[in-house]
């Protein structure tokens, strides 16, 4: 039987890479999921799509709505949705770019939870994706760097705060995912993302989702706390061995 039959899943960040591959892995273990993105034409069936911008406190609560609509109650929070802006010195970091990055990924993250942990049945689990990048900082991504180190103290906060309580949670802390993430990054230069990826074997969205299923299906007195994960030729965002191309 699949492992999480009669289960329910939100996934935000739906639409691509690790959301995408995580809605559709959570699917396949027998849950009913309900993505969210702003590109809502993007999130794949089963998943059922939901409009959802994470900066937007109205959106969030219209998605909150609708997903319990449709759910009635979840076992499963995913907060994937992120982005990163610009791999430049701080000189170089704008108003605008700082809050876009700081409201995706720490206030939406943070959103999200506060308005779905109530309806989080007992036993259920809140999956941040983090990143290395909140653990270690590289050069030239110093906003991005500050947001996942946030993710990463919120997740310990909140672990506190749900102690004794019936809900697990975990920060999952990815290094190189080829995704749309590079593309996202360098504002569409395709040329300058596909170079991220060159000459290295980075993971895949399927290789995360995988680390998310096994944090979700372990017995229900354990709880996965951290779960760090780097492309084997990679030793911190900042530090990859490439072979020639
Ligand atoms: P991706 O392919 O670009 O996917 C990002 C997802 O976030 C998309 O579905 C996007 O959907 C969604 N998103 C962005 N802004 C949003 C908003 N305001 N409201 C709702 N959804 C929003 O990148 P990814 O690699 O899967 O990244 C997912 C997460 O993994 C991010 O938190 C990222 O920081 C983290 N991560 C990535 C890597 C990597 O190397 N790729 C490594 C470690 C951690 P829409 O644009 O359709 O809204």
Do not use: W
């Amino acid at each position: 039987m699949p492992s999480l039959e009669g289960k329910s899943a939100v996934v935000t960040g739906a639409s691509s890479g690790i959301g995408a591959a995580t809605a559709l892995v959570l699917a396949r273990e027998g849950a009913g999921v309900v993505g969210g993105a702003r590109r809502v034409e993007r999130i794949q069936p089963p998943a059922v799509a939901l409009e959802l911008d994470v900066t937007n406190p109205g959106s969030c609560e219209r998605f909150l709505q609708a997903a319990i609509d449709e759910l009635a109650a979840v076992d499963i929070l995913v907060n994937a949705a992120g982005l990163a802006l610009g791999r430049d010195l701080f000189d170089e970091s704008t108003e605008d770019d700082e809050r876009t990055v700081l409201e995706t990924n720490v206030n939406g993250l943070i959103r999200m939870t506060r308005l779905f942990l109530p309806h989080i049945r007992d036993g259920g689990y809140i999956v941040n994706i983090g990143s290395i990048a909140g653990r270690q900082a590289y050069e030239k991504a110093a906003v991005y760097v500050a947001s996942k180190f946030a993710v990463r103290g919120f997740t310990y906060a909140l672990r506190e705060d749900l102690l004794g309580r019936p809900i697990h949670i975990t920060t999952v802390d990815a290094g190189l995912v080829e995704s749309e993430f590079s593309r996202v990054r360098f504002r569409g230069d395709a040329e300058t993302a596909g170079k991220v990826y060159e000459g290295v074997d980075a993971m895949t969205p399927e290789d995360i989702a995988d680390c998310i299923r096994f944090a979700v299906t372990r017995p229900p007195h354990m709880n996965v706390d951290e779960i760090v994960v780097k492309a084997l030729a990679q030793s911190s965002g900042g530090r990859i061995v490439r072979t020639e191309t």
